[in-house]
T-cell receptor
Framework: DAGITQSPRHKVTETGTPVTLRCHQTENHRYMYWYRQDPGHGLRLIHYSYGVKDTDKGEVSDGYSVSRSKTEDFLLTLESATSSQTSVYFC?????????????FGPGTRLLVL | AQSVTQPDIHITVSEGASLELRCNYSYGATPYLFWYVQSPGQGLQLLLKYFSGDTLVQGIKGFEAEFKRSQSSFNLRKPSVHWSDAAEYFCAVVAMDSSYKLIFGSGTRLLVRP
């Protein structure tokens, strides 16, 4: 299994509070991604990173920001959480030397915004 | 824009029966295609992938998928389903831009009858 961890694994927070989710990889992969999973929607891309300090938006980026100061860490921040951000968040990595396109997923973070 | 369609939201099969999960994609050139499986409360595990070459690809857990360009399909099959195969299955295609992001179908939930 790819070395990807996410923290926390579960979080309950209140509307209006800031929340930061962390993704950590030990594979030295170039690309890192944040997806959210909601029933009936599959997984949708929030933000991605193609290198240290290089990030870009995905299709559902409103209300989220990201940072990547080290190859191994990719942080997702909800500046002011809303109930619509209740979801399961998955981090993924890709860009291995032998296979650029295959993504490997972390175990997920379940977030409940009350 | 690229898209992936999984027309079956739920499928129920009896243990030991054969399985086929449908996936259709929209993309002009040869796509990079994936099937992932997600057990309840877990992350996504890669089952198999198709980039080029032989259109019948073998994956883990006895799964296979066939790429049919004429039908824009990449259906997942298994000759004999086990109870442990009950899970949600996602088909995905790599976006052909610089992000290498995955575009997912909405998933098919497989139920296995004893």
């Amino acid at each position: 299994d790819a070395g990807i961890t996410q923290s926390p694994r579960h979080k309950v927070t209140e509307t209006g509070t800031p929340v930061t989710l962390r993704c950590h990889q030990t594979e030295n992969h170039r690309y890192m991604y944040w997806y959210r999973q909601d029933p009936g929607h599959g997984l949708r891309l929030i933000h991605y990173s193609y290198g240290v300090k290089d990030t870009d938006k995905g299709e559902v980026s409103d209300g989220y920001s990201v940072s990547r100061s080290k190859t191994e860490d990719f942080l997702l921040t909800l500046e002011s959480a809303t109930s619509s951000q209740t979801s399961v968040y998955f981090c993924a990595i890709s860009g291995g030397t032998s296979d650029q396109e295959t993504q490997y997923f972390g175990p997920g973070t379940r977030l409940l915004v009350l | 824009a690229q898209s992936v369609t999984q027309p079956d939201i739920h499928i129920t099969v009896s243990e030991g029966a054969s399985l086929e999960l449908r996936c259709n994609y929209s993309y002009g050139a040869t796509p990079y295609l994936f099937w992932y499986v997600q057990s309840p409360g877990q992350g996504l595990q890669l089952l198999l992938k198709y980039f080029s070459g032989d259109t019948l690809v073998q994956g883990i857990k006895g799964f296979e998928a066939e790429f049919k360009r004429s039908q824009s399909s990449f259906n997942l099959r298994k000759p004999s389903v086990h109870w442990s195969d009950a899970a949600e299955y996602f088909c995905a295609v790599v976006a052909m831009d610089s992000s290498y992001k995955l575009i997912f179908g909405s998933g098919t939930r497989l139920l296995v009858r004893p």
